[in-house]
């Protein structure tokens, strides 16, 4: 049974730094692409970053493109997301998710496995 599990959130200002981790069990994680989504309370949930199984070309959202930046090493089977110059409109919950089949898909309803989420809150 896969599971990912998120860790790394917390209360930041705005401007700083944050780095997310994701960890991926039950599966050999190399087979599966990796996104982060997040969502902001009353707000969908939003794609932020992903990256292909063989830890290159990573991809992002517009919102993100620049101050984020997406990892993994599927040695440890964990991912990252570095973020970088913090804005309050970062605020929300982050999740990482996997699937097997899709490739830089921003829809969540085609990612197969997610985390539970952690909060991240940035404050100006």
């Known amino acids: 049974q896969v599971m990912l599990a998120e860790s790394g959130g917390g209360l930041v200002q705005a401007g700083d730094s944050l780095t997310l981790s994701c960890s991926f069990s039950g599966r050999p994680f190399s087979y599966y692409y990796l996104g982060w989504f997040r969502q902001a309370l009353g707000k969908e949930r939003e794609f932020v970053a992903g990256?292909?199984?063989?830890?290159?070309?990573?991809y992002y959202a517009d919102s993100v493109n620049v101050r984020f930046t997406v990892s993994r090493d599927n040695n440890k089977n964990m991912a990252y997301l570095q973020m970088n110059n913090l804005k309050p409109d970062d605020t929300a919950v982050y999740y990482c998710?996997?699937?097997?089949?899709?490739?830089?898909?921003?829809?969540?309803?085609?990612?197969?496995?997610w985390g539970q989420g952690t909060q991240v809150t940035v404050s100006s």
């Open positions: 990256i292909r199984r063989s830890a290159r070309d990573p």
């Open positions: 998710a996997a699937d097997a089949y899709n490739t830089h898909s921003t829809n969540p309803d085609t990612y197969e496995y």
